[in-house]
């Protein structure tokens, strides 16, 4: 169930349904593609992650969601502008059958944006109790369900008392309570209905005391947040390897130029204030200045992102490092990723909802709440409280694969490697 059905959404089930057909292969997919090593190095056993846990198949997969824009899923694909023209024609025909749901929208949470497909009610309560009825209606068509949040960034908020138990959320929602957004209504309504929910943008959400109160009542696990797919991606293999090495950093700039409507959205300085908030906190965590002031402690961190149509979804973002070396002898690193963001962001949408559907089914896993061990997919991964992310990406891979190998049974991988030389 996709809430926001635009080039994230349309490019995940337009590239889900390629691959079913066998036009295209799912890359970027650990899900689909990826081995986990098990045993010894010298066992020489690596299946597929899809065959080691039971994974639903993609063969198997229904969509649904809901939108702003009455625009089926064929029509938000042609005007996302991800794909080639060519491909969508062929499957043309399933998209088109893909219609959103009325949606629930205030267009005080996204100033950039309105839509007239959304639901009138007499206040947010009764807006989260039409979803819930939408989800109970998708029940009978389908077997299980999950939701991802695909849908834009909403400006900026922070939590308040309002979020702070069920009892206080629900007493809001009937007061129209300002600090209650409508992708908290989303996120209510799915956990109320034991359904798992991911959230692929910066917005709270689910990160809430209410939410994960509700999650683990409802054994209903909750991911989070904001998709790491382009610049945090790189950001997160770079930072550890300078700390690594134990070389400074004195600087990071980074900006971005993007033409997607994601772009305009966040040219607005709320929305945008989500994002950076997001974008933001990785290399405190990574680098630790704490613990190494002479290597971070004066580092200076900028992100920029500056809505330039021209490109639409072809994203490009830059990077400029000031690092330092022996003796404080500065060096400096550009990069320049010409990446494409929607088809950096489809695998990972799909992967989470794959693996959240396992763990609502895992005995391990399912009433725990919030999922860390996806922290892997997230530039603010959602912790329990008091815990610092983890935002490493290879630590983050070792911490997914290690929890698969847990709820198979089988034994860590810790890579200490004594036992070879004994
Ligand atoms: N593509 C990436 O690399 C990437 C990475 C990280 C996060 N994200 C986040 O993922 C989200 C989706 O990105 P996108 O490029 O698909 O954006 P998009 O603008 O193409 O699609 C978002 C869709 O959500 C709809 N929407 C907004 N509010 C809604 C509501 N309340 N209910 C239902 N629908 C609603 C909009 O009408 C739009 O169709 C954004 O928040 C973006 O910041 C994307």
């Known amino acids: ?99 959103p749901l009325c949606s629930v929208f205030d267009q005080y949470y996204v100033k950039r944006l309105n839509g007239r497909n959304v639901k009138r009610g007499k206040n947010k309560r009764d807006l989260a109790e039409q979803i819930r009825a939408d989800i109970r209606a998708y029940k009978k068509e389908t077997a299980r369900q999950v939701m991802i949040w695909c849908g834009s960034t909403e400006i900026f908020l922070t939590p308040t008392e309002v979020h702070s138990s069920i009892e206080a959320f629900e007493k809001g929602m009937e007061e129209n309570d300002i600090n209650i957004a409508p992708s908290m209504l989303y996120a209510y309504a799915a956990l109320m209905e034991g359904i798992p929910f991911a959230n692929g943008a910066p917005n709270l959400t689910v990160d809430l005391p209410v939410m994960q109160e509700l999650s683990r009542r409802n054994s209903a696990p909750i991911t989070g947040k904001d998709f790491k797919t382009g610049q945090t991606f790189i950001k997160t293999v770079l930072a550890p390897a300078f700390k690594a ?21 966040l040219d607005d300085p709320e929305s945008f204030k989500t994002k950076e908030e997001s974008k933001l906190s990785v290399l405190d965590f990574i680098l630790q200045p704490e613990l190494y002031p002479d290597l971070y402690k004066d580092l ?123």
Request: glycine share 8%.
């Open 1 to 99: 169930m996709l809430v926001g059905m635009g080039a994230v959404a349309t490019t995940l089930v337009a590239g889900v349904e390629a691959v079913r057909k066998g036009i295209a292969k799912p890359i970027g997919s650990l899900t689909q593609m990826s081995t986990v090593r098990l045993g010894k190095r010298t066992d020489a056993r690596s299946p597929l992650i899809k065959d080691f846990v039971p994974l639903a198949r993609l063969e198997d997969l229904c969509f649904t969601g809901w939108d702003i824009f009455p625009d089926n899923m064929f029509e938000a694909a042609s005007t996302a502008q991800v794909l080639d023209r060519d491909q969508l024609e062929i499957i043309r025909p399933f998209l088109e059958g893909i219609r």
């Open 245 to 265: 090495r134990m070389l400074g950093v004195s600087g990071w700039y980074s900006t971005n130029i993007l033409g997607n409507r994601d772009g305009e959205v």
């Open 300 to 422: 200076y961190h900028k992100v920029r992102i500056n809505y330039y149509p021209p490109r639409g979804d072809n994203k490009e973002g830059w990077d400029n490092i000031d690092i330092f070396g022996w003796l404080g002898y500065p060096m400096q690193i550009k990069v320049d990723f010409l990446c494409r963001d929607s088809i950096l962001a489809a695998p990972i949408a799909l992967d989470l909802v794959l693996f959240l559907d396992l763990a609502a089914r895992t005995p391990e896993l399912k009433d725990l709440g919030i999922q860390e061990w996806l922290s892997f997919y997230w530039k603010s991964p959602m912790t329990a409280p008091g815990l610092y992310p983890e935002h490493d990406l290879f630590i983050q891979l070792m911490k997914l694969k290690n929890t698969l190998r847990h709820i198979k049974g089988e034994s860590l991988i810790t890579h200490l490697g004594l036992e070879y030389y004994d």
